[in-house]
């Protein structure tokens, strides 16, 4: 059933600099998660997409990138799924 | 203490979208923290309905998977996600829509205040 999506994740994961990638619902709950990052992770990464969405809420949902020391973490909601890819600082 | 961990408990209750109440009890349903918004269900704070946890999560633990940990309860208009943290059960009560994610992730934040609770439940006769 989740073939595409681990496909899809499989992809994600192959690009280089990438360390970590998480799907979750618009309920907040961990479609897929695969490298270094946390499952509970998903229902914050949902909330923080969702609160970005309100700064402008007639255009297309905004990608939200945290940055700290070594890595980046984007955020990104396409319709009811939100996707998180973390990213190692080059 | 109870008091800080009531003002801390209405600190969480503003900052997930959607959350209605959040309640710390024994696992009889008698409440000990209590934060609530005037959104929350009354019948769904009442004893009688948060006592019932406690029979679902014994029998839920017979199914070979383990002690149960946490039940979620969809419906119509509200969420209920009860945590079991015996001899204390969690409750929280959020609108249908609200991130179930994000209350789960409520547990890690609320758990370092439940152990002097639990002794406090403990002890008594």
Known sequence: ?90 | MVDDLRKYLNHLLEKVNGLHCILITDRDGVPLVRAVTERAPQLALRPNFISTFGMATDQAGKLGLGRNKTIISMYPSYQVIQMNKLPLVITFIGSDNCNTGHILSLESQIEPFLKDLAAVVVDAP
Not at chain 1, 4 to 28: F, W
Not at chain 1, 45 to 74: F, G, H, W, Y
């Open chain 1, 1 to 90: 059933m989740e073939k595409d999506l681990d496909k899809v994740i499989e992809e994600i994961m192959a690009t280089p600099n990438v360390s970590g990638c998480l799907v979750a619902d618009y309920q907040g709950l961990c479609l897929a998660a695969t490298g270094d990052v946390h499952v509970d992770s998903a229902g914050i990464i949902v909330a923080i997409s969702e609160q970005a969405c309100k700064l402008e809420p007639n255009l297309k949902p905004p990608t939200v990138c945290l940055e700290t020391d070594k890595r980046q973490c984007l955020i990104q909601r396409h319709g009811t799924i939100t996707g998180a890819i973390y990213k190692l600082k080059a």
